[in-house]
C-alpha cells in the first residue's frame, strides 16, 4: 500500500489451527485428543485411499468408517451418501484427506451434518483455510461462506503431496495463485489481506516451477503448500469476483477441472482489472518478479501447466456464450464493472490461448 493513502479497513480474523510440516500427519491422534472427537469418518477419493488407510491406521479405534467416493464440484448426491454413512456410524467428525473436491465434502458434512471437521490437504486447492462451500445440484455450483464449515484443524503434510503428478500439482498450485492474486488485486485493498496473498504469490511463484521439474523435492513441495495455505488464508479473509464467477460457471455448467479452469483463466481475469486497480497490478508483477502480473501469470501458465487454453481442455467454442450469460445472470462484484463484451472478450482470449492483452 503506498503511505499517502489513508489507512482504513477492517479485518475478522477467522479461528484457524493449522499444524505444518513434514510428517505432520503423525500428530493426528494428539490433534484428535485435544478437540475431543472420539469417532472419525474418513472421507477421501478413490485414488488418495492409501492415504485414509493411513490415517485410520493412527486413529485407531477412533476411526469408525471410510468414504472414499468424494466427487469434483462437491454433488449433492454424494454429499447424501456421506451423510448416510456418517449417522450409521454414528460419526462424531470428519477426517478429510485428499485435494479440494475431499476437503469440500468435509465442509458440506459439517453443514448439514453438524459434524467436527478436520483437513488434511493433498493438493494446493487452499479450501481447507476458507469458510467458502460450494455444493452441485443439476449443472448448478452453489457457493457461499458460513464459519461452520471452516475445519476445526488443518494438517499441513508436504509428504502427502508427494505423488500429485506435476501435470496436477501446476494447475493446482495456479488455482491457489489465483486465490491470492485475486486479494492483491481487491478494491478496495484490504492490507491484512494484501500482505498474506502476496506472500502466498511469492511462494507459490517461486516453487511452482521446482515442483514440476523436479515432483520429489519435498522442500519446494513444503514452500507450495505453505504458499497455498496463505493464499487460501487470503481468500478465506477476503473476497472473490469475476474470475471465480467464470470458474464456477464453468465447473458447474460444463463440469471442467477445477484447477486447469483456474490456471487458464487467472492471466485473462487480471489483465481485465489492471487498469482499475494499477498499485494492485504492480505489486501482484512485484510478488511474481516480472514486470506485467497478466503477463508473468501467463508465462507462469505456461511453464507450469500442461492445459493452456480452454480450447486445449475440450470447451467448445459455441459453449462460450451460454457461460457468459450465466455468468451475467447475477450481478457481480469485481474491481472493474463487468460487461457483456468484456466476459466475451475475455471468454474468447483464454479460449484461444492468446496473449492476455484485454482492452
Ligand atoms: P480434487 O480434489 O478434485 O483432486 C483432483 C484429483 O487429484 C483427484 O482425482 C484426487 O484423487 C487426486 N489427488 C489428490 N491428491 C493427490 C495426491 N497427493 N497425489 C495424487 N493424486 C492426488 O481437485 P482440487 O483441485 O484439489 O480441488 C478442486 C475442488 O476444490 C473443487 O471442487 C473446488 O470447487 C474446490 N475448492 C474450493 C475452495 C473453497 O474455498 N471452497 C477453494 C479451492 C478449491
Partial sequence: MHASQPLAFQFRALPWRVTFGAGALDKLPEIVEQLGYKRLLLLTTHGQRDKADRAAAL?????????????????????????????????????????GSTTGLGKALALHGDLGNIAAPTTYAGSEMTPIWGITVDGTKTTGRDERVLPDWVIYDPRLTLDLP????GPSGMNALAQAAVNVMALPANPVVTALALDGVRALASALPEVVARPDDLPARGQ?????????????????????????????????????????????????????????????????????AALGLHALLQRTCPVTSLKALGIRREDLPTIASLALAK????????????????LELAWRGGEPVIS
Avoid: W
Avoid at 450481478?331 to 475475455?346: F, K, L
Fill in 166 to 169: 506435476a501435470a496436477v500439482a
Fill in 331 to 346: 450481478p457481480c462484484d469485481n474491481p472493474r464493472p463487468v460487461t457483456a463484451e468484456a466476459v466475451r472478450e475475455i
Fill in 224 to 292: 507450495a503448500l505453505y504458499g497455498a495455505c496463505l493464499a487460501g488464508m487470503a481468500l478465506g479473509a477476503g473476497t472473490t469476483g469475476l474470475h471465480h464467477r467464470l470458474c464456477h460457471t464453468f465447473g458447474g455448467r460444463l463440469n471442467t477441472p477445477h484447477a486447469d479452469t483456474h490456471a487458464i483463466l487467472l492471466p485473462y481475469t487480471v489483465a481485465f482489472n489492471t487498469p482499475v486497480v494499477p498499485d494492485g497490478a504492480g505489486q501482484l508483477a512485484q510478488a511474481l518478479a516480472c514486470d506485467d
Fill in 59 to 99: 486413529l485407531g479405534d477412533r476411526a469408525v468408517g471410510l468414504f472414499d467416493q468424494s466427487r469434483s464440484h462437491v454433488p449433492r448426491a454424494t454429499v447424501d451418501a456421506a451423510l448416510s454413512l456418517a449417522k450409521s456410524c454414528n460419526a462424531d467428525a470428519t477426517l478429510a484427506i485428499g485435494g
